[in-house]
């Protein structure tokens, strides 16, 4: 995955290439990634390092809707 910023509103064809980019963008950005839920229809993950603001939430719908929440 060539570009590592997530939009709100950005697709993903399934869970697995969503889960995959969050883990690329988490290795690429050097931090460890904390996830909070993760089920069939959610998903929100966060940064582990104390005062870090990066966090990520995304539903799955027909497609799989990315929503970021800063």
Not at 29 to 47: G, N, V, W
């Amino acid at each position: 995955m060539e570009d590592r910023t997530f939009k709100v509103g950005q697709e993903f064809p399934d869970v697995k290439a969503f889960r995959n980019a969050i883990k690329e963008a988490a290795i690429a950005q050097h931090f460890e990634l904390r996830i909070i839920k993760s089920d069939l229809i959610r998903y929100f993950a966060k940064c582990a390092t104390e005062g870090c603001p990066w966090r990520i939430r995304a539903k799955d719908t027909a497609y799989f809707l990315l929503i970021v929440s800063k």
